[in-house]
C-alpha cells in the first residue's frame, strides 16, 4: 500500500513538461507543420517547456502561449531554472542522464499511415517552382561570379 502512494505521487514528477531553450530565433506554430499559422516570434535564448514530440516538432509552453517549433531549435538541460528543487534536478538526471541533457541525432520521419494519408500542396510546388531559373540566368549568374564550370564525375 505504502509503495503504490509513493508511486502515485511520483507521477506528476515525471509527467512534467523538461525545460529547454531556444537556440535561434524561430517561429512558434499553431501545428507541427511548416504552413501552420505562426503564433508567435520566439527569439533566441527563450526559455520554454518541451511538452511532446511529434516526428520533427516539439510541443511548447511558453509565456506566449503554446505551439509547436522544430525540434532542432531547442536545446535541452543546462543549468537548472530558477526554483528546480533538489528533488527536481534529481528526476532530471534520471531522465536525461548524468549531465542533464539530451542528444538527438535523428529523426525517425513518417510513419507509415502518414505516407498513405499524404496528400500533394500545390501551393507549395508553385512556390518551388518559382525559385527554378533556366538554363540563360544560371549562366549569367555564374559569369557576373566568375564562377569557372567543373566537371564532377558521379559518384
Not at 59 to 85: C, F, P
Not at 126 to 137: E, F, I, S
Request: glycine share 10%.
Amino acid at each position: 500500500m505504502k509503495r503504490l502512494l509513493f508511486l502515485l505521487l511520483l507521477v506528476p514528477l515525471l509527467c512534467a513538461a523538461e525545460p529547454a531553450t531556444v537556440i535561434r530565433a524561430t517561429e512558434l506554430k499553431s501545428e507541427p507543420a511548416t504552413d501552420a499559422t505562426t503564433v508567435a516570434q520566439l527569439a533566441e535564448n527563450t526559455a520554454v517547456d518541451a511538452l511532446e514530440r511529434k516526428g520533427g516538432w516539439t510541443k511548447v509552453k511558453t509565456k506566449s502561449g503554446d505551439g509547436w517549433v522544430k525540434m532542432l531549435a531547442l536545446r535541452y538541460g543546462g543549468t537548472a531554472k530558477s526554483g528546480d528543487s533538489g528533488i527536481g534536478r534529481l528526476f532530471s538526471v534520471a531522465r536525461t542522464g548524468s549531465s542533464g541533457t539530451t542528444v538527438t541525432t535523428g529523426v525517425r520521419g513518417l510513419d507509415g499511415d502518414q505516407i498513405k494519408t499524404a496528400q500533394p500542396n500545390a501551393a507549395e510546388l508553385k512556390k518551388l517552382h518559382g525559385y527554378a531559373v533556366n538554363a540563360q540566368t544560371a549562366g549569367s549568374f555564374a559569369q557576373n561570379g566568375k564562377l569557372q564550370a567543373q566537371k564532377v564525375d558521379y559518384p
